[in-house]
């Protein structure tokens, strides 16, 4: 089945770490998307990604990192310039071209990040 | 992309239909609407997508006016699993290429 993948489910960082949070879908989709969520509040778009090797930073790319050296796979690095990361983490897929146009996007399950 | 306003919260009962509206005032002209639902600790999902008049599918209706500056998600007769959390998107692929912006969203609460 089709679909976007995110692993770990759950992550514990110490303060100081950088991790790294995996991405992956075989949708073929050429977009794909971080959002941050916090409790109780929306998601806050981190960076996207319309094409393999080539990203844009979204409202809080701060502290964060990104590559696309795969159409399937967006890896998210949280690194320990990101002062405040214990946060829910969603990764999202659109085929290209379309963004919201005709079309959905496909979200994965997320990964929740706690700092200890 | 088009700014959306939508009432933080909701409450409702079972058997009951729900309206959600959302405020786009400055919508443009090649944007859809499209709305998704998010349950606790999962990632959101698709419910609706329209560009004007009326769209249904098996979940849920949207209308939009002729206007297109608001748009109203309706749930005919909720259950307790419709509890969750509602966001309306607004907007198409920008000069920059694509990009989804959530807004707070609208926090459905439905009781027995």
């Known amino acids: 089945d089709g679909g976007i993948t995110q692993s770990p489910k759950y992550l514990f960082r110490k303060e100081g770490q950088n991790v790294t949070l995996s991405c992956e879908q075989n949708l073929n989709h050429d977009a794909m998307y971080w959002y941050r969520q916090d409790p109780g509040q929306g998601l806050r778009l981190i960076y996207y990604?319309?094409?393999?090797?080539?990203?844009q930073k979204g409202d809080i790319a701060e502290g964060y990192s990104v590559s696309r050296e795969k159409k399937e796979s967006f890896p998210l690095t949280v690194t320990s310039a990101q002062k405040n990361p214990t946060a829910f983490y969603l990764c999202a897929s659109t085929p290209l071209g379309t963004g919201l146009v005709g079309t959905e996007a496909f979200f994965g399950q997320g990964t929740r990040l706690t700092v200890v | 992309l088009a700014k959306t306003t939508q009432p933080i919260s909701m409450d409702s009962y079972e058997g009951q239909e729900v309206n959600i509206t959302c405020s786009h005032n400055n919508i443009a002209t090649n944007d859809y609407i499209t709305w998704y639902q998010q349950f606790p600790s999962q990632g959101p999902r698709f419910i609706i997508q329209?560009?004007?008049t009326k769209v249904t599918n098996e979940v849920a209706s949207l209308f939009i006016p002729a206007d297109r500056k608001s748009s109203t998600l309706s749930l005919p007769r909720v259950s307790l699993s419709d509890t969750a959390v509602y966001y309306c998107?607004?907007?198409?692929?920008?000069?920059?290429?694509?990009?989804?912006?959530f807004g707070g969203g609208t926090r459905l609460m439905v009781k027995p």
């Open positions: 990604s319309q094409i393999v090797n080539d990203f």
């Open positions: 329209g560009y004007k």
């Open positions: 998107l607004v907007g198409a692929t920008d000069n920059a290429g694509n990009m989804l912006t």
